[in-house]
């Protein structure tokens, strides 16, 4: 096809595609040479476009002719044969859609990406086979065939090399399980190779934070058994020698710096067992302790020295001045439904600012926390200078809504059923709307609450709720009605310290009291109305707000009733928790709360009374403590009370994945006085303790709680009881 001039290209085939978009892929034109090397690099640019099936040249005369075969369109993709994982999840992983151009070597593809998406869910026996059905126009179905086959399971969990640590606590460590019949609500024990990457992780954090800093995973090895149903998993470990911290210093390169002054931010301890934590910790509380004294760029490292002799790592934090790097830009992906500002207003860091990475974890976190998204990557990469970098933020959004039935059963209030409704990122401008309706044998109650967390653009949560709540427990002599509503503002004063301020407005009625209720008792019928203010400081050093083994809560609370309205009172709690962990398994919690109600110029309800017993104080029944009618025996509640416990947790030695825990108790407590002297009640301060123990299970149908509790101190007409539990689960 060399020499000569081309006089024309004619390009023939062509349906959809326009005859000079081809012309324009070639690297010839009218008037070129029949260039061999031009001809065969065009004939590549046409191919490339993935439009066509086939492509060819030919020469007449002074013509080049190209023929074009024009790959389909998509009409349809479907999938059949898939049970275990919806249309939507695969579809999700395919690039290939409805409408745009059909190739086989992106069915393939897509068809590969499927069968990576069952091998991740334990299912490696499946096939996926793209089948195409030709439609008129030059159209086709693309139908993926599944066959799922059956999962994959991990049968054994092996340990090699192992010497401080059983094979059954490190067991507990990883993430993949053997299979056992309890299993069947989790996928830990399917084999999935991602799952034994993020094991070696796992081991590795444990030894660190343990003290084997040589300790290594030599190899993970999945052995397919014989009848290919099943793995059995081997890790195989050097543990190492185990290290204590030595000598621990700070260094600092910076000029008019005394490291005195960041001393007690240093976690790690002379003699104490090294732990690879508490080193990650101290770095962050210098970066941020250095740079709250106004020393915006810094670099804290740690320098580790290990006297392997010794068992020996001496220690030394050097703080250097950073490079000089501001924050150019924040570039968020992923978010489809959620608004960039809901992202945007949990950074501690804006453009123009000094990059810290502390605060980049800290802003991480933050977004973590919000709930709205499965994943959250924050990354910081170069900018268009030296000095400048592009945070990239790229997160993975997950379902925010909540459609949850409750059931369950409590020692002291009988059934109890549920149902709510919530939407946490209403609209994707990150709002909070939630309905819950709730019955029990002792009552009932129902809500609906709305919470703008940045109210005003401003780090400032407002709210309101509309309320109904029903009473009608057996510790009372009456049934109590509540119909209001409230308004709401919180706000942090610093990372630890919250306040919450309220104002509720109450109708309350008072009714079916006993006939043989108490005169006190009697004088409480009928109806009022409470106007109240309250303020709710909350400092918080939990290291989880879910399931805390470290750290304490601090609560602050009062409420002034008597803006306008019939009820006027000064109400003030004052409560902390603290939990201490011997050990990851074992842990100390201790809880202690004080409170005082006084009457503004009129006696205390017996409803804003304080009444102990039941969860606070066990081995007494609900309302079981406190002030009693002599004659009656109704429980008239306390304007004075003080309560708290001692509980620690420990396993029971079964496997952890089981859920269960034991716990031994020792509760205190009392609430005593009431407006006026009257002789005709049993009131008294002493203190009331009691001890037990118990278990707590994390079923697969929700969680269960029993407890025995004796009363080692009381009063004689206090009412006890001896066990109690309580059974729910949501679904």
């Known amino acids: ?109 897509d068809a590969q990406k499927i069968l990576e998406l069952y091998r991740r869910s334990g299912r490696f026996a499946a096939t996926v086979e793209p089948k ?33 640590f059983s094979d059954g606590k490190l067991q507990g460590i990883v993430s993949t399980s053997e299979t056992v019949f309890w299993n069947f609500l989790t996928d830990s024990d399917t084999y999935d190779p991602d ?38 998993v081997t890790f195989t470990i050097n543990e190492g020698d185990r290290y204590k911290f030595g000598v621990i210093d700070v260094e600092s390169a910076l000029k008019d710096f005394d490291p005195a002054t960041v001393e007690d931010q240093i976690l790690p301890e002379e ?26 760029f810094v670099d804290v490292r740690p320098l580790p020295e290990k006297d392997t002799e010794n068992k020996v790592i001496d220690l030394v934090f050097s703080i250097s001045e950073g490079s000089k790097v501001y924050v150019e830009r924040i570039d968020i992906e992923g978010n489809s439904r959620t608004l960039d500002k809901v992202i945007r207003r949990e950074f501690r860091l804006v453009e123009g600012d000094a990059f810290n990475s502390s605060k980049l974890r800290r802003s991480r976190s933050r977004i973590q926390r919000l709930g709205f998204f499965q994943s959250v990557e924050v990354n910081n990469e170069p900018g ?4 400048r970098t592009v945070i990239k933020v790229d997160v993975e959004e997950q379902s925010t809504g909540e459609l949850t039935f409750g059931a369950g059963f409590s020692s002291s209030s009988g059934p109890l059923g549920s149902i709510g409704i919530r939407e946490r990122n209403l609209l994707g401008k990150g709002q909070d709307l939630r309905f819950n309706i709730a019955l029990a044998g002792s009552g009932s109650e129902a809500d609906i609450s709305f919470t703008e967390p940045y109210f005003l653009d401003k780090e400032i949560a407002a709210g309101f709720d509309i309320f109904r709540i029903t009473r009608e427990e057996d ?70 707000r879910i399931s805390p083994t470290d750290g304490y809560l601090l609560t602050f609370e009062n409420e002034l009733a008597g803006l306008g309205g019939d009820v006027q009172h000064l109400k003030v709690t004052l409560g902390g928790t603290n939990y201490y962990s011997f050990s990851e398994d074992l842990i100390l919690k201790s809880r202690a709360e004080v409170g005082n109600i006084i009457g503004l110029d009129e006696d205390t309800r017996i409803v804003d009374r304080f009444f102990l017993g039941g969860d606070k104080l066990r081995g007494f029944k609900s309302g079981g403590v406190g002030p009693r009618d002599k004659g009656s025996d109704d429980a008239l509640g306390g304007k004075h009370f003080y309560n708290g416990s001692v ?42 303790v009691s001890f037990g123990t118990g278990l707590t299970w994390s079923s697969p149908f929700g969680p269960l709680a029993m407890d025995l509790g004796f009363a080692a101190l009381k009063e004689d007409y206090d009412e006890t009881e001896i066990f109690s539990f309580s059974f729910g689960t949501s679904f």
């Open 195 to 232: 799952r034994l990457t993020f094991d070696r992780e796992l081991l590795r954090r444990f030894y660190l934070k343990e003290g084997y800093a040589d300790f290594e995973v030599q190899s993970v090895i999945a052995e397919l058994t014989s009848n290919r149903e099943s793995f059995v």
């Open 647 to 688: 509980e620690l947790t420990f396993p029971l030695g079964l496997p952890e994945e089981f859920g269960v825990k034991g716990r031994v108790f020792s509760d205190f407590g009392a609430t005593w006085n009431i407006d006026g002297n009257d002789s005709g009640v049993d009131d008294s301060s002493n203190p009331r």
């Open 384 to 387: 268009s200078t030296p000095d």
């Open 132 to 164: 195409v059905i030709q439609l008129p126009q030059n159209r086709v179905d693309l139908v993926f065939e599944v066959a799922e086959g059956d999962r994959s399971y991990v049968t054994t969990v092996n340990f090699i090399g192992n010497r401080e």
């Open 475 to 544: 510790s009372l002599a009456f049934d109590e009605k509540k119909t209001g509503a409230a308004l709401r503002i919180g706000y942090d004063l610093s990372e630890e310290l919250r306040q919450v301020l309220r104002y509720r407005f109450e109708h309350i009625e008072i009714e079916n009291i006993d006939s043989d209720a108490a005169q006190l008792v009697k004088e409480q019928e009928g109806t009022s109305i409470k106007s109240a203010i309250s303020s709710t400081l909350t400092y918080d050093k939990l290291d989880s």
């Open 1 to 109: 096809m060399s020499g000569g001039t081309i006089d024309n290209i004619v390009v023939e085939g062509t349906q959809r595609i326009e005859p000079e978009s081809v012309r324009s892929y070639m690297e010839v034109n009218p008037g070129d040479t029949f260039d061999p090397v031009l001809l065969n690099r065009s004939l590549k640019s046409i191919f490339a476009t993935g439009l066509f099936a086939d492509v060819s040249l030919k020469r007449q005369g002074g013509d080049l002719i190209v023929v074009v075969v024009e790959n389909p369109i998509i009409n349809r993709i479907a999938f059949e044969g898939n049970q275990r994982l919806d249309d939507e999840i695969l579809s999700a992983e395919t690039t290939l859609r409805e409408r745009v151009v059909f190739t086989r070597t992106k069915a393939q593809a």
């Open 271 to 296: 003699n104490e067992w090294y732990n690879a934590d508490l080193i990650d910790k101290t770095v962050d509380n210098l970066t941020d302790a250095v740079g709250d004294l106004g020393y915006a």
